[in-house]
């Protein structure tokens, strides 16, 4: 197994991208990404995470974390993926305005049983390929690269018009979650 992406130093500053499976746009929608949003919270509070970037894109999210306790940021990034997988899944379930719904489904379920993991689906792809960010040009490098997502995507002119990344709070204004700025 690959030791190339792991989160190697415990107090380390990471970024972490990870995606739908099939790289599936799921996050057209507010709801999904509003229970993604939840989940960081969630963490935040109770496990110590620390974020300092994010940004949710239609098929994966793009972070810059690091942790504030003894969790691990491998088994805080595993249970926000467990929690939000099965949440995301539901919510597809009971949304009766989810034009995809059984395409959606009949996606998670096959590569579910791809997967010895899984009992039914599988929502995310296994990794997160962490990479440590040692030193600020590396830091300013993922950071313009995580908030021009949206921008280049065409979604938005300037990055903080992106309700769904952290480039609000950078522009000095107040986004859905709590950032730990790094400039």
């Known amino acids: 197994m690959s030791s190339k992406y792991k989160f190697h130093s415990p107090d380390g500053i990471y970024f972490v991208s990870f995606s739908v499976v099939n790289w599936i746009d799921v996050f057209v929608r507010n709801i999904y990404k509003d229970i993604l949003l939840e989940s960081f919270i969630h963490c935040q509070k109770e496990k110590g995470l620390l974020i300092h970037?994010?940004?949710i894109m239609t098929s994966h999210v793009h972070m810059i974390i690091s942790r504030n306790g003894e969790f691990k940021l491998e088994d805080i990034m595993r249970d926000m993926k467990k929690i939000t997988s099965f949440k995301i899944i539901g919510a597809i379930m009971d949304n009766s305005e989810?034009?995809?719904?059984?395409?959606?489904l009949k996606m998670f379920e096959e590569n579910g049983t791809k997967n010895s993991n899984n009992t039914k689906y599988q929502f995310w792809q296994q990794n997160n390929h962490p990479v440590e960010l040692s030193d600020n040009k590396m830091?300013?490098?993922r950071l313009e690269y995580l908030h021009m997502n949206p921008v280049k995507s065409g979604f938005?002119?300037?990055p903080e018009e992106y309700v769904y990344s952290s480039a609000k709070d950078y522009a000095e204004e107040k986004g859905y979650v709590s950032i730990e700025l790094l400039f």
Do not use: F
């Open 53 to 55: 970037a994010y940004v």
């Open 98 to 104: 989810e034009s995809r719904k059984d395409w959606l």
């Open 139 to 141: 830091i300013e490098q």
């Open 156 to 158: 938005v002119s300037l």
